[in-house]
């Protein structure tokens, strides 16, 4: 159940120019939370910037930390970015329906596609699946702009005993070109069926959601939205789904109905 | 330990009785049922539930809010499930909430509004309405009920035809004489006057030369509006006899006390939710804190103190 946390921050690391991850203290979500699923953290105290903001849980652990792993965009992600060990940020979670982890029908394999900051929640939900379903092929594709983006976050799946594939847009590391061209690459899997994770860029998970309804294939997506509470009281967070109810457009709320959906659920055409 | 006298924090508002004067604002608190774990309702003045439709409403399309300096503008657009299901779906558990539950009603016509009202005052477990007249008019252009004296009036009167319930209209901000609006509800029912709703505003993201809301433009909420909301609240109080319900960027019992201090009877807390969950319930404890430090020993004292000189 979610809860209202004051915790305190274990480390902080740089990743990259503007990537950062944080680790917390907060048993009370390390144990329950599950992959897919986000907390609202926020840098306390302070009137501006205001709310809390929304960040996929990146790693639980047995020890009772978590992380979120996050790129400076605006005013809040800069604030964390310049938090340090011992300060303290107040957190909201678990939060949100995660992915879909019922096994796949025999002779489906995993895929996991994760583009920039989408790459996050994919370190839990690939641990996951792992420890659920031993047997089972987990392929990864990986994708950023560039090299320094991606290359630690690759090396650390690596460790972790995947064998991801990666894309950068500018082809400084693995493939140049976009993630969901590595979905349609020779690979031993290549033609055969498969359960597609994504989370990405929106314009990226489109393309992703689109190969795999032509496929036939199984698709969830991590969406990101704006966030006020991240509890289902402000809905702000509506994302448009597909169908109608009642004769109106039917709005689905990130927060609650997601942040992940059956692609086949959502309306892609619209913004 | 210092023993202290128990103090009074009851507020009245028609014949609705609050334990203390601390309620949650429409459409910041869901349906009451998304905080219960975070927050002990029962604790609460009282609970004001997201506005509710004759019809259920599908909402604008997103995005739908923004954080702005010190605030946030939104532009939900009143999405909501409709009175048969929040009857059906929400009210039951709310009946099990010892606070009383107040009922934020919206609607396109005067002929809405008297028919929810209606709806609502044989059910049992409601304390009372509160009537959301920052909504447009479709018989008259769009113009919204709470910009002009005459339909305020008219809202007004017609809910107080349809229901004995307790009637709080809560005012729009975006008008050029709060207390002339104010007058015209008192005169014609209320029981309560709340105030202020989003003052209507807007963003714009210079790389694009987008509006940053797809409604282009959408209400500010959050501290940012809280000077706003006080001066309208304490020109509120100095005109009508009624109690005056204070909403407005407040996110602690200081904030809270302030209205007080400006002649509210209560107060609502809105965008704090969202930042902090709790907040409701910390306000409660803090302004029974502050009553307690300060050797005040009911919230009458306090209300209206504003010395001016
Ligand atoms: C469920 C969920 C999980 C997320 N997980 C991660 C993650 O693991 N790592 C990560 O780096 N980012 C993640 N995000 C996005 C992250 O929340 C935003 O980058 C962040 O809120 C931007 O805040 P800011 O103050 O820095 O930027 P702002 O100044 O607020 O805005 C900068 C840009 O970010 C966008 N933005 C602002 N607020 C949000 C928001 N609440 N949600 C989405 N976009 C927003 C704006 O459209 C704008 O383009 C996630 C979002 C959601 C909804
Ligand atoms: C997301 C959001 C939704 C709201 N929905 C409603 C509503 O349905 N009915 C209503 O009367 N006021 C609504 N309001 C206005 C609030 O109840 C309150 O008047 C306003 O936000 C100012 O208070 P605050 O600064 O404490 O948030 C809404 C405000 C927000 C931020
Ligand atoms: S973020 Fe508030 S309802 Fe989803």
Known sequence: MAGQYLVKIVKKEQLGKEIFRLTLHAPEIATTARPGQFVMLRSGGLLDPLLGRPFSLHQCRADGSIQVLFKVFGAGTKRLAALAAGDQASLIGPLGRGFDLTPPAPGVSLCLVGGGMGIAPLFLLAQELKRQQPGLTIELMLGARNKAELHQLADEFRLMGFSPLVATDDGSLGYAGLVPDLLALNV?????ARRVYCCGPKPMMAVTANYCQKQGWDCQVSLETMM?????????????????????VRYLHACKDGPVFNALDLDWTSE | MRVVEQIDLKVKIGSMVLN????????TFGYGQEYAKFVNLDKLGAVVVKGISLKPRAGNPPPRLVETPCGMLNAIGLENIGIKAFLQDKLPWLRGVAAPIVVNILGNTV??????????????????????ISCPNVKRGGVVFGADPTMAAAVTKAVRKATSLPLIVKLSPNVNDIRIMAQAVADHGADGVSLINTLLGMAIDLQTRRPKLANVMGGLSGPAIKPVALRMVWQAAGAVRIPVIGIGG???AADALEFIVAGAHAVEVGTANFVNPRATEEIVDGISLYLKTNKISSLEQLRGSLILS
Do not use: F, W
């Open chain 1, 188 to 192: 031993p899997s290549a033609g055969k």
């Open chain 2, 250 to 252: 407040i996110m602690c």
């Open chain 1, 228 to 248: 006020a509470c991240g509890i289902s009281a402000c809905l702000g967070c509506a994302v448009k789904g597909v169908g109608r109810r009642g004769g109106q």
């Open chain 2, 20 to 27: 203390n004067p601390v309620m949650t604002a429409s459409g």
């Open chain 2, 111 to 132: 002929e809405e509004y008297a028919e929810l009202a209606d709806r609502l005052d044989n059910t049992e477990g409601i304390g009372a309405l509160e009537v959301n």
